[in-house]
């Protein structure tokens, strides 16, 4: 059975950064492509960043370009998003996804993570 | 432009069929398939249609997509109580290069 199991959401103010993580499992992990997609309280969904299944090719939203950077470890199985220079409008929940590279093809969702940028 | 359109709300009684509509571009729905994907309350979304018009498995076939030009639509048959969630369409954008979702859909069974 597929699990996505996101951690390291919480409060933190704008201008500051914040590392959420993914642990996958159930699946070969490496052989896939993942994806962030964040949604924003009450709003709809946004995806945010997506990374090839050995890391070499990563992918991003023009919002979050040059402030989030997308990682993996396959040897833990696990999907990283470091976000730097945050903002409030980038409160959101944020689901990791099992994704079909160059698609808008996610099969399997985490329960997502909450992460709230406010003074 | 790069925008996916869905009205914000639909509704129907048990039994119904409803149907939910989608319009994009040349840039997305145009050139590439559409997707849907369905968000109980407090739950992640799940993905209800591939490919246009393709079921992963588990999904039930009350649930049908279709898609013509810009535009693509998902329908309901026999609606239940337990469809009663957010649906989005979502397609891959050649301008962004990334994937895009629509606005969203809130269907209500009365």
């Known amino acids: 059975e597929v699990q996505l199991l996101e951690s390291g959401g919480g409060l933190v103010q704008p201008g500051g950064s914040l590392r959420v993580s993914c642990a996958a499992s159930?699946?070969?992990?490496?052989?896939?492509?993942m994806s962030w997609v964040r949604q924003a309280p009450g709003k709809g969904l946004e995806w945010v960043s997506g990374?090839?299944?050995?890391?070499?090719?990563?992918y991003y939203a023009d919002s979050v370009k040059g402030r989030f950077t997308i990682s993996r470890d396959n040897s833990k199985n696990t999907l990283y998003l470091q976000m730097n220079s945050l903002r409030a409008e980038d409160t959101a929940v944020y689901y990791c996804a099992k994704w079909s590279l160059v698609s808008p093809l996610f099969d399997y969702w985490g329960q997502g993570t909450l992460v709230t940028v406010s003074s | 432009q790069s925008v996916l359109t869905q009205p914000p709300s639909a509704s129907g009684t048990p039994g119904q069929r409803v149907t939910i509509s989608c319009s994009g571009s040349?840039?997305?729905?145009?050139?590439?398939?559409v997707y849907w994907y369905q968000q109980l309350p407090g739950t992640p979304p799940k993905l209800l249609i591939y490919?246009?018009?393709q079921r992963p498995s588990g999904v039930p076939d009350r649930f049908s997509g279709s898609k013509s030009g810009t535009s693509a639509s998902l329908a309901i048959s026999g609606l239940r109580s337990e469809d009663e969630a957010h649906y989005y369409c979502?397609?891959?954008?050649?301008?962004?290069?990334?994937?895009?979702f629509g606005g969203g859909t809130k269907l209500t069974v009365l």
């Open positions: 159930g699946f070969t992990f490496g052989s896939y492509a």
């Open positions: 490919m246009n018009n």
């Open positions: 040349s840039s997305n729905i145009g050139t590439n398939y």
């Open positions: 979502a397609s891959w954008d050649d301008s962004l290069k990334g994937p895009l």
């Open positions: 990374i090839s299944g050995s890391g070499s090719s990563t």
